[in-house]
């Protein structure tokens, strides 16, 4: 009988369902020492777990069995997804179940602040004041509330933020402008417009476009005594600018669930007045809990009577892919990610031209072409199951195409994406396993690897370009890794070129500002 541990608690309705099931054994462990884990699950089919116990390596070495690990809770930070994945072990988050619930406790931090309730609380039930004078507030009503990221949650925190009276206004640049404007929202590109907000909240993944998201400079820019709210993840506001701004009342009051390194008991922003604070209670509702537990338990039992595998993180979609056509699914899910770092804004339209034999995989080749595309925006939320259903959320349009000659390759991939605006085709190749290869980047022949740090430099084909772009490069102590040059019919030419080092802002601009150039961009994979 297949067996499902229990690694960490979850709600009873969850463990309730879970023993529902006649053919499955079920074994709570949850109350176990983690050091006694290792010994106890080594014949479980799949685990369920919270954010306490690692799924790593040194866990799962003898659950020889195992075939997926179920994460109840969104964020899979605790989970050794490549480790999983190289296992052959399916692994599932739940990532909507706690959507109100942290809605409603964004909203809670937000009343706080400007009500200053806490400390209204405190004085009354324990220095045993009457100080009505001492609590004068402002309302929401009038104010103008910026949501950075208008997903699952931003976008139902400002519908009650209109309820409220507010003039909200978000920035996510990752969405048609119609998902705001539709609700009442104001869109904007210009994240200026967001600083000059009375109050601001993140509801973003937590990523390299998002950490230090708000930082000193950006506070600077801001109105003096903005409210900031972060409910989200920690690090996506800088918290030593966080501290400058509270403690010179630039930022009046500061409303936080979340810490760069929890739990934050240490953390320098518990000693301020003006900040208040929760330990990662976003999902901590009876309610959430509960649904948490519920979708978590179902996954894993699907998972085990193989009938579907829900918010699958690493599992390759249902198709029978043949040996020859398995590099094409990871080239198509490189370009997808090459081209979300290219041109980082909403996409309308994804056309995916398939030639040769891997015509047959093309819904598979198109799954991962947009996790490739959605995940650098989305990490945690985007899976292989969900993804044709974000797309269509945020009205891309899917198109696949075959051609049954590929000359001069045995197969080949062309992904041509589309935003209002702007284009970009790219088309690449796989030599057996392992060696893929990007043949076209916009009309410019090419022969690269989708893999590294990648400089794309675009210029007016004239000469002194290449030796003006590697003596930039070197004034920055960054070392040329591989150089190739494609030029087109219109006098233009275009670099690929890998580096060593990380790229900063200033190479960029530095970059951008030799003689010819038409564009740079900088993509990592």
Not at 26 to 47: R, W
Not at 245 to 258: E, F, H, N, T
Not at 366 to 393: H, Q, R, S, W
Request: glycine fraction near 8%; aromatic fraction near 6%.
């Amino acid at each position: 009988m297949p067996k499902i541990a229990i690694c960490d608690p979850i709600h009873p309705q969850g463990l309730d369902l879970l023993h529902r099931q006649a053919d499955l054994e079920i074994a709570d462990f949850s109350c176990l020492e983690k050091n006694a884990l290792p010994e106890v699950i080594k014949d479980a089919d799949a685990l369920i777990t919270r954010s306490m116990t690692p799924i790593n390596a040194h866990l799962l070495a003898n659950a020889t069995k195992l075939k997926a690990v179920v994460r109840a809770g969104v964020g899979v930070d605790n989970v050794d997804l490549p480790y999983c994945s190289q296992r052959g072990i399916v692994v599932m988050n739940v990532p909507t179940a706690n959507t109100i619930a942290a809605v409603e406790l964004t909203m809670a931090h937000m009343l706080n602040a400007i009500r200053r309730f806490p400390g209204a609380n405190a004085q009354l039930k324990h220095d045993k004041l009457w100080r009505r004078e001492d609590w004068y507030g402002t309302e929401l009503y009038g104010k103008k509330l910026g949501i950075i990221g208008f997903g699952n949650i931003g976008s139902r925190v400002g519908v009650r933020a209109l309820a409220f009276g507010m003039e909200v206004i978000t920035y996510d640049p990752y969405i048609p402008k119609s998902k705001a404007t539709d609700l009442g929202v104001l869109y904007t590109k210009d994240f200026k417009d967001i600083l000059a907000c009375d109050i601001i909240t993140i509801h973003t993944p937590k990523n390299k476009e998002t950490i230090n998201i708000i930082d000193k400079e950006q506070i600077a820019q801001m109105k003096e005594g903005v409210v900031l709210i972060n409910c989200a993840r920690g690090g996506l506001y800088n918290e030593e600018a966080l501290y400058e701004g509270l403690k010179s009342k630039k930022v009046r009051w500061l409303g936080l669930d979340v810490f760069s390194k929890e739990p934050g008991t240490a953390n320098p922003l518990l000693d301020l007045d003006n900040v208040y604070v929760t330990p990662h209670i976003g999902a901590n509702t009876l309610e959430s809990q509960e649904q948490i537990a519920k979708e978590a338990a179902q996954a894993a039992i699907q998972a085990l009577r193989g009938s579907s595998y829900p918010n699958a993180l690493n599992i390759p979609v249902q198709e029978d892919i043949a040996t020859y056509a398995k590099p094409y699914l990871q080239l198509a899910q490189k370009l997808g990610f090459f081209c979300a770092q290219v041109h980082k804004g909403a996409w309308s339209a994804l056309e995916l031209t398939l030639a040769g034999s891997i015509c047959e995989y093309g819904n598979s080749l198109l799954t991962f072409a947009l996790m490739g595309l959605l995940k650098p925006t989305l990490g945690d939320k985007i899976n292989y199951v969900n993804a044709p259903f974000i797309a269509k959320e945020r009205q891309i349009h899917l198109t696949t195409k075959t051609l049954e000659d590929a000359t001069p390759y045995t197969n080949f991939i062309t992904l041509q994406l589309s935003a209002p605006g702007y284009s970009t085709q790219i088309s690449a190749t796989a030599f057996g396993d392992d060696l893929l290869k990007i043949t076209n980047i916009d009309g410019f022949e090419m022969d690269v690897k989708p893999q590294g740090t990648m400089i794309l430099f675009k210029n007016t084909d004239k000469p002194g370009v290449i030796g003006n772009v590697g003596h930039t490069l070197a004034k920055h102590n960054i070392n040329i890794a591989d150089f190739r040059l494609g030029r087109n019919a219109k006098a233009e030419a275009l670099a690929a070129i890998l580096v060593d080092a990380p790229i900063s802002p200033a190479i960029l601009h530095d970059l951008q500002k030799v003689p010819h150039c038409l564009g740079v961009s900088l993509v990592s994979i």
